[in-house]
DNA sequence: TCAGGAGTATACCGATCTGTATAGTGAGCC
DNA sequence: GGCTCACTATACAGATCGGTATACTCCTGA
């Protein structure tokens, strides 16, 4: 990816982020990139086409970070789980003030059959996949409910954080993750 | 208020739920209404004002479906929390495909000093403050925590349920609040 | 009867939208 | 020297954006 090609994914994610995708207009990330139209269309070719570069690379960046913060996490599911809630916290401070990009992404695009809805599910399959494959080892017979919560908990702090309805939503909804895996779990949780 | 600014009320509410308020132009929700762009301006003056309609409406129509779930339901603030989302499966079921419109709502509409802000957030609020008050009911000690988490839950489920990653999270998300409220409330939940 | 409100039809405004065209500059590379 | 690639500058296309203007019809109520 050229120089120019990277500063006008920067400045896509930013705009795109904070005042939404349909409000942003190619004229406006060219100019806050420092790049003429032209040089944006010859690297992505199509507006679609740098909103589908934009989910796709924060997908990665998150996926990236949560990896890394479960790499030095203990290895245990219990506390891999809370990890999980801990790098939340840490990505939404600096990264998603006014919440989920993909769900924020997901209110503007409605057709499935745009390039970039499989981005905005995927991660969120993902997520739950990851959820469910560590309540496996903390409640092995409840593994698909126990990851659902897990996923509705989470969810519900990243939309509440977006929405500043109460300070550190993240920290409680990790608390509250916390208990219900000391009581869901029992003994396995300390396994 | 007039026929044809009902038809236009009608018209924007469904297109702007479902396409996004930015993506929908006004020429479009005048002719889907079949009115007149002139029309249209005469009675609303403005398309913020058709989005800030939009918005008190939905909210006061949740609010008014909402309080009559919660007349219908037992006097036993346990029962009212599960009557909460119930409430919120029915509704979702037949106005909500596509997620939470406040949520959605939020995601383009960055400005805290646009005139349907206080309108997103104030709707939060008094789900909050719902959950927090019949919490306290139950838990009167930690009404504010108990309260919070149903509000996650609650949150959570709207935005598993508009993106579709597992079969009906409102009443997974009720199934949870039930356990929570027999775990943390005790013999008060059945008084 | 007639005034006024609700509505239609149509044309227009300037601005902005996504996307394309032509022409040219500068650096690195064989 | 020549060639390619990344990039700039500028202008423009066709469509749509929010919003306004003029001129008209229909209905209701005093």
Known sequence: MTPAARRVLEAAARLFYERGIHAVGVDLIAAEAGVT?????DRFGSKEQIVVEYLADRDERWRAF????????????????????DASRAWSAKNSSKGCSMVNAHAEISDPAHPAYPIITGQKEWMLALFTDLAGDIAPGGAVQ????????????????????????????????QTLLATTGGAAAKR
Not at 74 to 85: E, I, K
Not at 160 to 169: E, R, T
């Open 37 to 41: 139209k032209k040089t944006l269309y």
């Open 66 to 85: 949560l990896a890394q913060c479960l790499d030095a996490a203990q290895p245990v599911s219990a506390a891999r789980v809370l990890a999980v809630f």
């Open 146 to 177: 126990l990851g659902r919560t897990l996923m509705l908990l989470h969810e519900g702090a990243l939309v509440a954080h977006g929405l500043h309805i109460f300070p550190d939503p993240i920290s409680h909804a990790r608390e509250q993750a």
